[in-house]
């Protein structure tokens, strides 16, 4: 018989009712009896030679785990229903003992979440991004010089290839420093370029968390002059809660303060509305609604204040069984207006690509780029025309298109199957070594029973009870090739083990799986 990999792993797994022979509803007393029944089988001491003693030691500790396990109506009630995993979680030690099961899989999952957040306190967790801005403007609206016409250096220059510049960069990147529980330490730095100019601020944050309700926070920097800013958090009831902070701007000019502060209200279970005060170098009043349901996500603000006032609307369409974001948005404001589409899609487990039109006055025509691996985000916002003209619209949409497919084709999903198919070898390899692992365990329990087996045939056969004279389990074996990696089925004598679960002349056997019984494991050819 041939296994795939899902099949190889479920007979990996320990199942505590098969081992010890007994239903998922058995009782407090068939459990009892189960374990008494296989510990005068796998008890070490009842075992004179060494080798012998070795496998009944190695059985038995699985018989005294299967059984510390069911005779535990809390531990039993997680296995049931998370099996060994659920076990394994730290923490069940400090849960309450609840019963039902929506209650032991939702601590669960709130276990597994700590635990994975004490995994990433322990590194320093980086974030980071990069922004590229390409100014190709050229490619559509040549330079033209005061008298209407191309300049002759210019028409030299882009009689091949049109001007191409970075015309800015900037670079962001931040590292955590977990201190204690409650505290953590952050630095993070940017520098920035534009047109030739640029400059740069670090800065070090602490924050404090209070209580699961609350945090403080406060940072200080250096780079356009020194600063100090405080952060503050609240929840202030099952609805609204609170963030805000003020920032001290040391510059030649002066001290320059600053404050913002932002309300927010849980409307309902999909949406949140914010309201948001901000004084200082930009003053401002805003306030928006943000809807996020299983198939969209909604966002609309209103803003007033200096430099400019806007309004904006954007919605994201959710395709999940495509792993897919088609998103479009406008905004209109004192600044000029802008309409923006785009898509967001999956490229791997880690990695996000993002690709957006930006169509507005002033502004032009930008092709927007992103791509998001792990905590790295790479940016690319690229000036394609500085008017509104048909052909950038067109080629800054379908250009991309066009590049995903055939990137996507030639390279990334070449890439992805050469990994999955890696990552199925080494699972295959990793079950192989596993299985054979169970049938030398199989082979050790049979071995172990022979004792009890003669024990008992006498006893049956002298009451003229249930003696097993043959008992065979599985199928001919269909191929003899140890090279083709594959598992196949042999036709194992199961005499011994059957007799062995007979008691007072009966024979039970529940509903398991026979290949889940310790003492019924396949047997594997390589």
Same mark, same amino acid.
């Given at each position: 018989m041939d296994f795939d990999s899902d099949d190889e792993s479920a007979l990996l797994q320990d199942d505590y009712y098969a081992f010890l022979n007994i239903s998922k509803e058995a009782t407090k007393e068939e459990i009892n009896n189960a374990y008494r029944r296989l510990s005068r089988i796998y008890h070490p001491d009842k075992h004179l030679d060494p080798e012998k003693k070795q496998k009944a030691e190695i059985l038995f500790n699985k018989t005294k785990k299967a059984y510390e396990v069911l005779s535990d109506p809390h531990q039993?009630?997680?296995?049931?229903?998370?099996?060994?995993?659920g076990l394994e979680t730290e923490g069940w030690e400090i849960v309450q003992r609840t019963k039902t099961p929506a209650e032991i899989?939702?601590?669960?999952?709130?276990?597994?979440?700590?635990?994975a957040e004490r995994r990433k306190q322990q590194r320093t967790n980086p974030h980071g991004s990069i922004t590229v801005n390409i100014n190709a403007t050229d490619l559509f609206n040549p330079y033209?010089?005061?008298?209407?016409?191309?300049?002759?250096?210019?028409?030299?220059e882009n009689s091949v290839l049109p001007n191409i510049e970075v015309s800015g960069m900037s670079f962001n990147q931040s590292v955590e420093f977990p201190l204690t529980q409650k505290d953590t330490a952050t630095l993070s730095g940017q520098l920035q370029t534009h047109n030739g100019t640029g400059g740069g601020v670090i800065s070090l944050s602490c924050r404090h968390i209070f209580s699961h309700r609350s945090w403080g926070?406060?940072?200080?920097?250096a780079g356009n002059g020194p600063s100090v800013s405080l952060k503050a958090f609240r929840t202030l009831s099952k609805r609204f809660f609170w963030n805000g902070g003020t920032v001290l701007q040391f510059t030649p000019q002066g001290i320059r303060p600053g404050f913002i502060s932002t309300l927010a209200m849980q409307i309902d279970k999909h949406s949140v509305g914010?309201?948001?005060?901000?004084?200082?170098?930009?003053?401002?009043?805003?306030?928006?609604?943000?809807?996020d349901t299983e198939t969209g996500l909604y966002n609309f603000s209103v803003q007033v204040g200096l430099p400019h006032s806007y309004i904006s609307f954007s919605y994201t369409r959710k395709m999940l069984n495509h792993e897919l974001r088609l998103r479009v948005a406008f905004k209109v404001g004192t600044f000029g207006g802008v309409i923006e589409y785009g898509a967001e899609k999956k490229v791997s487990k880690h990695s996000l690509l993002a690709a957006a039109v930006a169509v507005g006055v002033p502004a032009g025509v930008k092709l927007k780029i992103k791509l998001t691996r792990a905590n790295q985000v790479y940016s690319f916002p690229i000036h394609l025309c500085e008017e509104v003209m048909p052909a950038p619209v067109f080629y800054g949409t379908i250009v991309p298109l066009i590049v995903y497919a055939v990137?996507?084709?030639?390279?990334?999903?070449?890439?992805?199957?050469?990994?999955?198919?890696k990552r199925a070898e080494t699972e295959k390899q990793n079950n192989r070594t596993k299985l054979l692992e169970k049938r030398k365990e199989a082979q050790a329990a049979v071995e172990l029973m022979s004792a009890t087996y003669a024990r008992i045939v006498r006893d049956e056969d002298a009451k003229k009870g249930l003696v097993i004279e043959k008992?065979?389990?599985? #199928?001919?074996?269909?191929? @003899?090739?140890?090279?083709?990696?594959?598992?196949?089925?042999? =036709?194992?004598? !199961?005499?011994?083990?059957?007799?062995?679960?007979?008691?007072?002349? #009966?024979?039970?056997?529940? @509903?398991?799986?026979?290949?889940?019984?310790?003492?019924?494991? =396949?047997?594997? !050819?390589l």
């Open positions: 039993r009630a997680i296995y049931d229903n998370l099996g060994v995993k899989r939702a601590e669960y999952e709130q276990l597994a979440e700590e635990r033209i010089n005061e008298y209407g016409v191309q300049d002759e250096y210019e028409i030299e926070e406060m940072e200080i920097g914010y309201f948001t005060y901000n004084t200082g170098y930009k003053s401002s009043v805003s306030t928006s609604v943000i809807r990137i996507k084709k030639s390279l990334v999903e070449p890439f992805l199957k050469e990994q999955e198919a008992a065979l389990y599985g #199928k001919a074996l269909r191929s @003899n090739n140890r090279d083709s990696g594959d598992f196949a089925e042999e =036709i194992l004598d !199961v005499t011994i083990p059957l007799q062995c679960l007979v008691k007072d002349s #009966k024979l039970e056997l529940h @509903n398991h799986t026979k290949v889940r019984l310790h003492f019924f494991q =396949i047997k594997c !050819v």
